[in-house]
């Protein structure tokens, strides 16, 4: 059986208490690993040690990042939390055992949610392979921070203590997030230097489109190393 332990990363939270609460809820059903990128209040702090009661060894062990693209760069899934509608070609779910399925096929998983104010922009996500909202009555779709990664925590512990044989073998070959960004913030450069960005105004959503694009497919080395050959041979060809 495959324990599914994946790393909880919460971006540009507000509320050192939050966090405090989110790594106690984490604890109550078995996780360990909590990344925070770009805390408000700044770190370390004595008010997310307070309130995550016995899950202080969890708040100390936390690793600060200045910038998302850093914190998830060792994972092959990432998975963003979100409840808003957005107008993107990636990805939704909403069923937890589509969730732990996903989870099970790769080898670091990590799973982001958003500051409490405003949740995760469309750039936060572009990284991330899908999205995930947890189901909620329709009057009412807004979950404060640490309720939210209560809910996934405990689902995700129900999954580990059901029985499973582990039979996958897709997660031997994926590529990690720092492969990932390194080949599109070359393809865009390299696609803004020959003009393609056009009106300039869409550039932001344009850029958003190609990485939900190549997050359709989950890449392996080899096809990643296919698309840099691609690339390389199409950038030598001259501007028409």
Do not use: C
């Not at 913030?185 to 696609?191: A, F, I, R, T």
């Amino acid at each position: 059986m495959k324990k599914i332990n994946p790393t909880i990363i919460l971006v540009r939270p507000q509320l050192s208490e939050n966090i405090g609460m989110a790594a106690r809820a984490m604890d109550n059903f078995g996780l360990s690993k909590l990344l925070i990128v770009s805390p408000r209040d700044g770190w370390p702090s004595k008010k997310a040690e307070s309130s995550a009661k016995h899950a202080d060894k969890i708040i100390n062990r936390a690793k600060v990042y200045e910038s998302l693209e850093d914190a998830v760069s060792n994972y092959d899934l990432v998975i963003a939390t979100s409840n808003r509608k957005r107008f993107l070609t990636k990805k939704k779910y909403d069923n937890f055992n589509i969730l732990q399925k996903k989870i099970r096929d790769f080898k670091n998983t990590a799973i982001l949610f958003g500051p409490e104010n405003s949740g995760l922009s469309n750039q936060d996500i572009r990284l991330a392979n899908f999205l995930f909202t947890i189901p909620t009555y329709n009057t009412n779709k807004s979950l404060n921070l640490s309720h939210a990664v209560s809910i996934m925590s405990y689902e995700l512990f129900k999954a580990s203590n059901t029985l499973f044989k582990n039979t996958s073998t897709s997660n031997i070959d994926k590529i990690s997030k720092l492969e990932f960004s390194n080949f599109i913030n070359v393809l865009v450069k390299d696609l803004d230097s020959r003009g393609f960005f056009k009106p300039i105004e869409k550039k932001v959503s344009m850029i958003d489109n190609i990485y939900s694009i190549y997050n359709k497919t989950d890449l392996s080395k080899k096809e990643l190393r296919m698309l840099w050959g691609i690339h390389k041979k199409l950038k030598k060809q001259p501007k028409s």
